[in-house]
């Protein structure tokens, strides 16, 4: 079973920074099954990104994604007020399974 | 528009079985690639996947959580029900049902429908 592990648990940052959310897969994994989802408190999750590094439908371009084998970013270019939120990585792959992160809180500054 | 909604007891007492049902709208789960999960999330606590049952009438489970849970679907009704038997306090959480796509390359879970939260208590 793939485990995911997230860093850092807070980060604290001021709008207009450049964010960097890591996320650590237990073993190798195919960037095409990793995705990113953001979740504002009293809401429902919402896909970020998915294939490693492609954006959701409406997604802003402050938002990418990287990486390949066992390491992924999420990287906010310039953090809008809006961004402040937890977000998770997650692992859907061949398996038919799931594996979410523990997440990473974004909070301001 | 693709939706999807929960619906179910918000207060179970310990030692119960819980059943939920995930209405949607605007797919298919008899397309090729579609599913739909079935995710938890405790009061200040990560998200937790379930189950996720495929159009292919495939199931699959958390593995720490399997031998409580079963998935099934109603295609005529467009609905998934989740049972988790032998509820206790530890599974008070808000849980989610959303769509899955299983795609030849990508795979996701998206959209999610609004949440449930039960309550687990005497």
């Known amino acids: 079973e793939i485990v995911l592990t997230q860093s850092p648990g807070t980060l604290s940052s001021s709008p207009g920074d450049r964010a960097t959310l890591s996320c650590r897969a237990s073993?190798?994994?195919?960037?095409?099954?990793v995705a990113w989802y953001q979740q504002r408190p009293g809401q429902a999750p919402r896909l970020l990104m998915y294939?490693?590094?492609t954006r959701a439908t409406g997604i802003p371009g402050r938002f990418s994604g990287s990486g390949s084998g066992t390491d992924f970013t999420l990287t906010i270019s310039r953090l809008e007020a809006e961004d402040f939120a937890v977000y998770y990585c997650?692992?859907?792959?061949?398996?038919?399974?799931?594996?979410f992160g523990q997440g990473t809180r974004l909070e301001i500054k | 528009q693709i939706t999807l909604k929960e619906s179910g007891p918000t207060l179970v007492k310990p030692t119960q079985t819980l059943t939920l049902t995930c209405t949607y709208s605007g797919f298919s789960l008899t397309t090729s690639g579609v599913g739909v999960a079935w995710i938890r999330q405790p009061p200040g606590k990560p998200l937790e996947w379930l189950a996720l049952i495929y159009w292919d009438d495939d199931t699959q489970y958390s593995p720490s959580l399997k031998t409580r849970l079963t998935i099934t679907k109603d295609t005529s009704k467009n609905q998934v029900v989740l049972t988790m038997t032998n509820m206790a306090p530890v599974d008070t959480a808000t849980y989610y049902c959303a769509q899955g796509i299983y795609g030849a390359n990508v795979n996701w879970v998206d959209p999610w429908g609004p949440g449930i939260l039960v309550t687990v208590s005497s």
């Open positions: 294939g490693g590094s």
């Open positions: 073993q190798i994994v195919s960037s095409s099954y």
């Open positions: 997650h692992h859907y792959g061949y398996s038919r399974r799931i594996t």
